[in-house]
């Protein structure tokens, strides 16, 4: 499958970008909050999922490993699809859906488009376990009350080395976030 896709941004669309690699363009479906990231003419990395159905094939992309982690989860719930998981994504950055979750906030969850109440209750039910727990959290902004930088920054170097995203979340729970995020992982692995 194809993991990652690595060129110029070649157009935008409304919810898509096409990325020329190669003399290839390849159609990726991105979230709202990555498209404003993208600009045309500009080199990007996109961590991609390959969805295969028996009609199409779609690549669905994102800015970050943890994003594509968290979408990976998103869609092992059922009646959450790949496109009703981008739409939870489009919601804010990774770290933010991803600490809704862990927080059981079926409301924030439940304002993606195309995403009901029962819907959301699931996605908090199956996926609350298996996120990680929940940071500091202020349900005003829904914004961690951590630096999201480093603090994504260290979770994402965690899941390339193979952690899931609620072990990479465990291990980082006891480490002061002030610290640069190298230190912050050499930590976490440390146990």
Same mark, same amino acid.
């Given at each position: 499958?194809?993991?990652?896709?690595?060129?110029? @941004?070649?157009?935008?669309?409304?919810? %898509?970008?096409?990325? !020329?690699?190669?003399?290839?363009?390849?159609?990726?479906?991105?979230?709202? *909050?990555?498209?404003?990231?993208? %600009?045309?003419? *500009?080199?990007?990395?996109?961590?991609?999922?390959?969805?295969?159905?028996?009609?199409?094939?779609?690549?669905?992309?994102? %800015? *970050?490993?943890?994003?594509?982690?968290?979408?990976?989860?998103?869609?092992?719930?059922?009646?959450?699809?790949?496109?009703?998981?981008?739409?939870?994504?489009?919601?804010?950055?990774?770290?933010?859906?991803?600490?809704?979750?862990?927080?059981?906030?079926?409301?924030?969850?439940?304002?993606?488009?195309?995403?009901?109440?029962?819907?959301?209750?699931?996605?908090? @039910?199956?996926?609350?376990?298996? @996120?990680?727990?929940?940071?500091?959290? !202020?349900?005003?902004?829904?914004?961690?009350?951590? %630096?999201?930088?480093?603090?994504?920054?260290?979770?994402?170097?965690?899941?390339?080395?193979?952690?899931?995203?609620?072990?990479?979340?465990?291990?980082?729970?006891? @480490?002061? /976030?002030?610290? /640069?995020?190298?230190?912050?992982?050499?930590?976490?692995?440390?146990?």
């Amino acid at each position: 499958m194809i993991a990652h896709v690595f060129g110029t @941004v070649a157009e935008k669309f409304n919810d %898509s970008i096409v990325v !020329d690699t190669g003399g290839v363009g390849y159609e990726i479906y991105v979230a709202a *909050s990555d498209f404003e990231r993208f %600009s045309v003419g *500009s080199e990007a990395k996109i961590y991609t999922y390959h969805h295969v159905r028996e009609q199409a094939e779609e690549l669905f992309g994102f %800015s *970050s490993l943890a994003a594509k982690k968290l979408f990976q989860l998103l869609i092992t719930v059922q009646g959450v699809g790949p496109k009703a998981a981008l739409a939870i994504l489009s919601l804010g950055e990774a770290e933010i859906v991803r600490n809704a979750i862990a927080n059981a906030d079926h409301a924030f969850i439940q304002k993606a488009a195309g995403v009901g109440k029962k819907t959301a209750e699931r996605v908090v @039910v199956d996926l609350s376990d298996k @996120v990680g727990v929940p940071a500091a959290y !202020d349900r005003a902004d829904l914004l961690p009350q951590t %630096s999201s930088n480093t603090a994504d920054e260290a979770l994402e170097a965690l899941v390339a080395l193979g952690y899931t995203l609620a072990d990479a979340a465990r291990a980082l729970e006891g @480490v002061d /976030p002030a610290l /640069p995020t190298a230190e912050r992982v050499t930590r976490a692995l440390r146990g």
